[in-house]
C-alpha cells in the first residue's frame, strides 16, 4: 500500500480514547436514522493525536476515487469541507489511526470512509468504501460500518433498512466478522434487527 505524505499541525495532549472533530471549521451532521448498532464515537472522550488535514490527504491518495475526490475540490460553504475526521486506535500502532467520513455537501450522504494508518513519517490507506451511503465509525474499539439500504421508490432520507459491519485489524489489514441488517418500520414502531446468515465467520 502506497504511504503518503501529509501535512501536520498541531498536538493535542489527553489520555486514550475517540477524538472526532471536523476540517476546516464545522463538520456536516452524519447521516440520520441509523439503527442502534451504528458507529458511536464520543467525543466526551480525548487521544492524543496529531491533527491531519484529512482533505489534502484524500486528494493526493490513489485510492480515493474521482468522484469523492471532485466533492472536495471546493468547500460546501465558507470554507465548510463536508469531511468528518476521528482519530482512535484501531490498527493497536504506536500512532492514532485517522478515521475519515467523506459526505454530500446537500444531504450529508455518505459517499467515501477511510482509514489512515501511520507509518514512520507518512500515512497509508488501510481501509476504504465508497458505496452510498457510507458511514464509518469506532465501537469497542473496532471499526463499524454502516450503510444505509434502500427499496424501489424510496426516498434518500428514508432508507428501508441498514447494513452494518464490524471489522478487526489483523496486523496487516481489516477484515470483517460480524455483520447485521435492521429493517426500519415505516409506520413508527420499532425496528428489527437480526444477524446477517453470510456474514464470515471468525
Known amino acids: 500500500m502506497a504511504a503518503l505524505s501529509l501535512l501536520l499541525a498541531g498536538c493535542s495532549p489527553g489520555g486514550e480514547g475517540v477524538r472526532t472533530e471536523g476540517t476546516a471549521t464545522s463538520t456536516p451532521a452524519p447521516p440520520t436514522n441509523r439503527s442502534a448498532h451504528a458507529p458511536s464515537p464520543s467525543p466526551s472522550t480525548s487521544v492524543a493525536y496529531q491533527k491531519v488535514d484529512a482533505v489534502e490527504l484524500m486528494k493526493h491518495d490513489p485510492k480515493v476515487g474521482d468522484d469523492v475526490k471532485k466533492s472536495l475540490g471546493k468547500p460546501c460553504a465558507a470554507e465548510e469541507y463536508p469531511v468528518e475526521v476521528t482519530y482512535a486506535a484501531l490498527t493497536h500502532g504506536k500512532d492514532p489511526d485517522v478515521l475519515v467520513n467523506v459526505m454530500t455537501c446537500a444531504d450529508s450522504v455518505g459517499i ?69 441488517h435492521t429493517d426500519y418500520s415505516k409506520t413508527g414502531g420499532t425496528e428489527s434487527a437480526a444477524p446477517d446468515s453470510t456474514a464470515p465467520e471468525d
Open 112 to 180: 467515501g470512509s477511510y482509514v489512515y494508518r501511520k507509518k514512520g513519517g507518512t500515512y497509508e490507506n488501510v481501509f476504504a468504501d465508497e458505496q452510498p451511503s457510507v458511514y464509518a465509525g469506532v465501537n469497542k474499539g473496532e471499526l463499524e460500518v454502516s450503510k444505509q439500504t434502500y427499496n424501489t421508490g424510496d426516498k434518500v432520507c428514508c432508507a428501508s433498512g441498514e447494513d452494518v459491519m464490524t471489522y478487526r485489524w489483523t496486523g496487516s489489514r481489516f477484515v470483517e466478522y460480524a455483520r447485521y
